[in-house]
């Protein structure tokens, strides 16, 4: 079961008992609307086998005086794997500049993120031995409504798609660990 | 990667206390029998004893003082309860010194 994220739990409790600004207002509001996408996405993770599989919710990192969200990180003995949550609704394209744009023309994200959470992470998550574990982020758009219009993105990972990429994860994790009882016993 | 979560160290002066509906957040709950509670406006109906285990257990988080008189305890709650259903719980999360001591402790 999905932990709840310890910064909701406060503005939960205090919420009515303390006056808000609207600033505390629109976090709280996103963070309840985080929760949502985690709790949603939580859904698909508890149809696969965990064992093999570690997982951790709501990592916040500060990057260049940003501070970046990774809402699950599932690390496996061959691979770390990041997903970013969102709830874009609509057709979508990715411009020459790499920004997602909706269909109104609007800027909605900043794809270039990605590339430095990524070095970010790289400096983070450093594996003793001489294999470092690959660093794999994926958007992943929990709206059914969501499509990518134009150049496809590998980076992101439609709902449809996700269930199947968990198995993928799941299956990976497993035959690792095989490999590695082989390799003992021989 | 995450930092630990910083709580409030001091409970602001307009702090409004007692506890409240998980759904709606209101304050106008009453008790529906020793182990239920209802919101009078959203009628949600939560277990008293995980509420109360919440509402303190954060407060003691918050590093609010909990040590208090059984009257200040039934204050605190903000519902009113029967002075069987109060002792329940006073006895079931609050502990004291001595037999004849009149202030608890909220046992986290």
Not at chain 1, 63 to 68: G, H, I, K, T
Not at chain 1, 106 to 114: F, G, I, P, Q, T
Not at chain 2, 16 to 32: H, P, Q, R, T, Y
Request: aromatic letters at 12%; hydrophobic letters at 35%.
């Amino acid at each position: 079961m999905k932990p709840k994220n310890e910064r909701l739990k406060v503005y939960e409790f205090l919420y009515n008992r303390l006056p808000f600004s609207d600033q505390d207002t629109l976090e709280y509001e996103a963070m309840q609307r985080m929760e949502l996408l985690e709790e949603h996405f939580d859904l698909y993770l508890r149809q696969i086998d965990l064992s093999n599989i570690e997982v951790h919710w709501h990592s916040e990192v500060y990057v260049d005086s940003d501070l970046e969200l990774i809402n699950v990180l599932l690390a496996t003995e061959y691979c770390y794997y990041l997903f970013i949550l969102h709830d874009f609704s609509g057709e979508h394209y990715i411009n020459p500049f790499n920004i997602l744009i909706n269909k109104e023309h609007e800027a909605v994200y900043d794809l270039n993120r990605s590339t430095k959470i990524y070095e970010k992470f790289k400096t983070t998550l450093v594996d003793e031995g001489n294999f470092q574990r690959p660093i794999i982020i994926k958007h992943v758009v929990l709206n059914e409504t969501f499509r990518l219009a134009k150049r496809p993105s590998e980076n992101f990972l439609s709902l449809k798609n996700l269930p199947y990429y968990l198995r993928a994860i799941e299956h990976s994790a497993v035959i690792r660990k095989k490999h590695m009882l082989k390799d003992s016993n021989s | 990667m995450t930092q630990p979560l910083q709580l409030p160290k001091i409970i602001h002066r307009n702090f409004k206390s007692g506890l409240k509906c998980d759904k709606c957040s209101s304050f106008n709950l009453e008790a529906l029998s020793s182990s239920l509670a209802v919101c009078l406006d959203c009628r949600h109906i939560d277990n008293l004893e995980r509420l109360l285990r919440h509402y303190f257990t954060m407060l003691t988080l918050c590093n609010r003082p909990l040590t208090l008189k059984k009257k200040e305890i039934h204050q605190e709650i903000g519902v009113q309860l029967t002075s069987y259903t109060l002792q329940k719980y006073i006895n079931l999360l609050f502990s004291k010194k001595s037999k004849h001591a009149q202030y608890y402790t909220y046992k986290l």
